[in-house]
């Protein structure tokens, strides 16, 4: 981030966010977790959550880099004698986010447990202490439902996944080689997962450009407080969406539907961008009927987000496996 801020050419921007997709892989990490720590029953509560703690980050992000974004000119008070931030005015938001992923890493090093069950095992055999079987962590769910929710995916009920503690310690089991991995739902999950993510990431760079850019060059001409602010506030209103609608759709639809769901969105998103540019040039600025297609364009965003929620069994490969 603070490479990005102090970028003066176009080819340390471009390794600069290069870097932050290399070392952008806590999603993969995070959903891991969850699925150790949760059983059938809380799955759906639970995976709910990633996209709206990304719903949160996108409101906070905006509104850091619209706020932040040129400090010399809108607090030249403060910053305006020095010529650091004249010369480098997008520095200060591009810190700001650092830091936050600073604390974050230091979050995560001390207070993140181990979730993995070998890893575990391992780590209580070393203290002398025996590890909780599956069977004692599953007895209540992670997340207190009074019911249990209905059968979703592709597990009928918590028992096809728990497993007596004393047979994997005495089971020589091993992680199985990486071809073994390669089952043709799993391949199937992974591309679809990236044709997801290679329409979203390229909506979201679109997105700014099209708020940025001027009106006669096919833009909206928003400025970087409005753009902060409106992305902002949709940010807050689909964090909630996706606490209070997530869970029930999984349960709903199933996570193929809901993924079919999500995906079919992209073809409003995308197509509100000319419409929106056909609708500034002709009335000369972004009025009512642009902010209304672009309202219409959050909203269906919001199913899209849902794509990187849907819990993927097939993702978990062996059950046996699982359990290592």
Request: proline share 7%; hydrophobic share 45%; net charge neutral.
């Amino acid at each position: 981030m603070l490479m990005f801020g102090l970028s003066r050419h176009f080819w340390m921007l471009v390794i600069s966010r290069c870097a932050q997709g290399v070392f952008n892989g806590n999603i993969g990490v995070t959903k891991s977790v969850m699925i150790e720590i949760t059983d059938p029953t809380d799955v759906p509560s639970a995976f709910g959550w990633i996209p709206a703690i990304w719903s949160i980050g996108i409101t906070i992000g905006p509104v850091i880099g619209g706020v932040l974004a040129r400090p010399a000119l809108r607090w030249p008070f403060i910053f305006g004698q020095f010529t650091f931030f004249h010369d480098f005015p997008y520095f200060l938001p591009c810190a700001a986010a650092g830091a936050i992923a600073f604390c974050s890493y230091l979050y995560t090093y001390f207070l993140l447990q181990e979730s993995l069950p070998s890893a575990i095992r391992r780590d209580s055999t070393l203290k002398g202490k025996r590890s909780p079987s599956p069977v004692q962590r599953a007895t209540a769910p992670l997340l207190g439902y009074s019911e249990p929710p209905a059968h979703y995916g592709t597990r009928e009920s918590a028992e096809e996944v728990l497993v007596d503690q004393d047979d994997l310690d005495d089971a020589d089991l091993k992680p199985p080689p990486f071809r073994d991995l390669l089952s043709r739902e799993l391949v199937i999950a992974i591309t679809c997962h990236g044709l997801i993510a290679f329409l979203d990431q390229s909506h979201s760079v679109l997105l700014p450009l099209m708020l940025s850019t001027s009106i006669p060059l096919g833009g909206l001409g928003f400025d970087p407080y409005t753009i902060g602010l409106t992305m902002g506030t949709w940010g807050l209103l689909n964090a909630g969406f996706q606490v209070i609608a997530f869970g029930r759709m999984v349960k709903w639809l199933g996570p193929r539907k809901l993924c079919t769901l999500s995906f079919s969105c992209f073809f409003v998103t995308f197509s509100a961008f000319p419409l929106m540019s056909i609708l500034a040039k002709r009335a000369g600025e972004a009025d009512a009927k642009v902010w209304l297609v672009l309202t219409i364009q959050l909203c269906f965003y919001s199913f899209v987000f849902m794509t990187y929620g849907a819990p993927t069994h097939s993702l978990r490969g062996n059950d046996t496996y699982a359990k290592i």
